[in-house]
């Protein structure tokens, strides 16, 4: 079934409305936290997924007034493209190291290279899709299983790596991993085979599906990671306090005092924050200030550490 009297399928269409509204809602993320470089790798791959079906999905159509031959090309280099992509999405977003040559180098080499060659020089020149897919996805197609192998293997490695960590890889994360690399290695075949577009765009949207719960769950994880450091180091930091605190002999209420007192309180709003008379609070100041043997509040901040709380 298509829609709008073109050649897109009424499944892709629902992909393509879904993608997009991801990638307003990245977009919007991206701008506002600019130094999320998961967040900006992970939109590049939405905007070039959300061409790849949009391009697939039109050409080729004789009803549009672009030659075949440019709409064929156009819609292989989508494709072409997207799968180049792919290996530095997981370099990059992953950082998965082991896979920098493939990111950089590989993809240029075995799969934007032999796309130059048959569909943009040889296929205007000979005239036969035919021809360009036989020999122009023969290359793509062996290194696609070169670089799937590879992308387990870095897989593996970083899921080794991480068993120390706060927050490890478990055998479910290994599974769709492996799940959202699969089709990938199905995209050469079926350009080659030149598969019904519903079944391409189901099998190739899946892996994205997958690869955005992985994308969530990863962000989640570094989330947590990023606020139990925190928590660890203003943990340090109070020991810290309370260290300083205990150097100077200072006792219970005055600690309570002057962490109120750095923290910029006023002598009446100390007092009825502990129930207290301001003569009272005065009074542990001054033995405070004697103790750590300053006649300031900032003074009193620097001596107690109180400025690597702030």
């Not at 032999?114 to 020999?135: D, E, H, N, Q, R």
């Not at 990023?226 to 600690?255: I, M, P, W, Y």
Request: aromatic letters at 16%.
């Amino acid at each position: 079934m298509v829609v709008f009297n073109s050649q897109i399928h009424v499944l892709t269409m629902v992909f393509c409305i879904l993608e997009f509204g991801m990638c307003c809602y990245q977009l919007v993320y991206c701008l506002s936290n600019p130094r999320d470089s998961r967040r900006f790798w992970y939109l590049i791959l939405l905007v070039l997924l959300l061409i790849y079906n949009i391009t697939g999905g039109l050409f080729p159509d004789p009803n549009i007034d672009l030659s075949i031959h440019l709409q064929n090309i156009i819609a292989y280099g989508s494709g072409f493209l997207m799968a180049s992509y792919f290996p530095f999405y997981f370099y990059k977003a992953f950082k998965l190291n082991s896979l920098k040559f493939h990111a950089q180098y590989g993809v240029l080499l075995f799969l934007l290279l032999p796309y130059i060659i048959f569909f943009v020089i040889l296929y205007p020149i000979k005239g036969g899709l035919g021809f360009a897919t036989s020999y122009g996805l023969l290359i793509p197609a062996i290194y696609s299983v070169v670089v799937f192998f590879a992308l387990l293997k870095a897989i593996r490695l970083k899921i080794h790596t991480r068993k120390t960590s706060k927050f490890p890889y478990d055998r479910l994360d290994m599974v769709l991993v492996y799940a959202a690399v699969s089709p990938w290695v199905c995209m050469t075949a079926f350009s080659y085979f030149n598969t019904r577009q519903w079944i391409e765009v189901l099998v190739t949207n899946l892996g994205f599906i997958i690869i955005t719960i992985l994308f969530i769950a990863e962000s989640i994880k570094e989330t947590r990671l990023e606020d139990a450091k925190k928590v660890a180091k203003q943990r340090g930091k109070e020991k810290l306090f309370e260290h300083c605190c205990g150097t100077f002999n200072l006792s219970r209420r005055e600690k309570e005092i002057a962490l109120l007192l750095c923290k910029g309180m006023t002598y009446k709003e100390i007092a009825e924050a502990l129930f207290i008379s301001e003569r009272t609070v005065d009074n542990h100041v001054q033995h405070i200030f004697i103790k750590a043997e300053v006649n300031k509040k900032m003074d009193l901040q620097q001596k107690l550490g109180f400025v690597h709380l702030i």
